[in-house]
């Protein structure tokens, strides 16, 4: 196994964590405990660069951004992860730059991408100008900035954006890098489309599950595990090829606490990231059940990226609970490491229903669902299942009761 198949990411967007300028970088290695406490091993930063507002306005990759320190400050919050086993992964924004990016200053033409009497800009956001990736110098740039913070100690890169980029334009990259290092992972943002394209044309590790975040709430909202289970079936053939980084939140999506209608179904999305194959992040606050909408509207992303407290015993005991939650299933994984590439088999789809195993030589894993308010059976091998988490047990025979939305994990040699 790679580094990165033992990799479970605690993810933080640090414009917000840290009060956009109140508190800098260092201060987030007083939360390199709550990361391992929770069993992660990872620390998922996002924009650290300088930029105009929220970070993905880029003005100066090889500067941090002064609201959140100091590459001195950087460099010594990466070594202090380092010393405690944790990796760190920086988000990468290359696919557009801000308009006080020195480029775009100069008039270097060359660099964007010509629009009318305007420079191509990204989804409609006029400050966020779309970089030329067919000039080679373009590519030079980006190869410089991975290069330059990779030898600083940085582990891990998020491509902000993936889907944007010419698929080739990875593989420039990627493949300069790693000629210099090559240990470093990159994950893509993908959210449609080609998802093996970006891994085996692209050069890219991985990218952003973005079709099983969907399918997970969207299923248990519609009490419809047929959903889930397709995109289960997408996921295998993923597998078959790469990791895909799951989750069930991020910086740029509603809360999972919030998406869901049915409070009780929190476990139920959980279980299904924390069991099948993938390499699982966590966005800070959702381990304590945070609630926030993602709006469609200038600063519609300010209630999922919030100001946090100075240190984890300052959150208080609320969704204490939630908390234990993820450190059972982390639990579990980290029990189970094979995970990381396992394909799930259905052995039960039914109307609210649905049992699947994992399975390779190292182990066995199976889990249950009921969707519903109502009691349902599932059906899964016979095997000496010995009971991990939830409030259900499957028997050796296979077979599982299931109250109302209830669910259930177990092991097996």
Request: charged fraction near 20%.
């Amino acid at each position: 196994m790679n580094w990165s198949d033992h990799a479970i990411w605690w993810h933080v967007y640090p414009l917000g964590f840290l009060g956009n300028g109140r508190r800098k970088l260092p201060d987030l290695a007083d939360w390199l405990d709550h990361l391992l406490t929770l069993g992660c091993n990872g620390l998922m930063l996002g924009p650290v660069f300088a930029a105009e507002s929220h970070g993905y306005d880029t003005t100066d990759h090889f500067r941090v951004d002064p609201r959140l320190g100091t590459e001195a400050d950087l460099v010594a919050l990466i070594d202090k992860a380092r010393s405690r086993g944790v990796r760190v992964m920086l988000d990468g924004v290359f696919n557009h730059v801000g308009r006080s990016y020195p480029q775009f200053r100069a008039g270097a033409a060359d660099w964007f991408v010509p629009a009318g009497d305007d420079f191509q800009v990204f989804e409609g956001h006029r400050n966020l100008v779309t970089l030329n990736h067919a000039n080679p110098a373009v590519a030079d740039q980006v190869a410089g900035v991975l290069d330059y913070w990779t030898s600083r100690g940085v582990d891990a890169w998020r491509l902000d954006a993936a889907y944007a980029v010419p698929v080739p334009f990875w593989r420039t990259v990627t493949d300069r890098v790693r000629a210099k290092h090559p240990g470093v992972w990159f994950s893509g943002e993908i959210i449609h489309g080609d998802y093996s394209a970006y891994v085996v044309e692209g050069g890219l590790d991985t990218v952003t599950q973005y079709e099983l975040w969907k399918a997970i709430w969207s299923s248990l909202n519609d009490t419809n595990p047929h959903e889930l289970a397709w995109a289960l079936t997408r996921h295998n053939e993923m597998l078959a090829t790469f990791a895909p980084q799951t989750f069930v939140g991020n910086h740029d999506v509603t809360r999972i606490a919030s998406r869901l209608t049915e409070p009780r179904h929190l476990p139920h999305a959980l279980a299904v990231l924390f069991t099948v194959g993938g390499v699982p992040s966590v966005y800070a606050g959702d381990e304590r059940g945070w609630r926030a909408v993602k709006q469609e509207r200038a600063g519609g992303d300010d209630a999922i990226r919030p100001e946090f407290p100075p240190a984890p015993d300052d959150l208080g005991t609320d969704g204490s609970e939630i908390q234990h939650l993820h450190q059972q299933l982390i639990g579990i994984r980290r029990r189970h490491p094979w995970l990381v590439r396992a394909t799930t088999e259905m052995h039960t789809l039914g109307d609210g229903v649905m049992a699947y195993t994992l399975m390779t030589e190292a182990g066995r894993l199976a889990v249950a669902l009921n969707f519903g308010g109502r009691r349902v059976a599932a059906k899964l091998p016979p095997a000496a299942w010995s009971h991990e988490a939830g409030d259900a047990t499957i028997d050796p025979s296979g077979a599982v009761d299931l109250p109302s939305l209830a669910w259930s994990i177990a092991s097996a040699p």
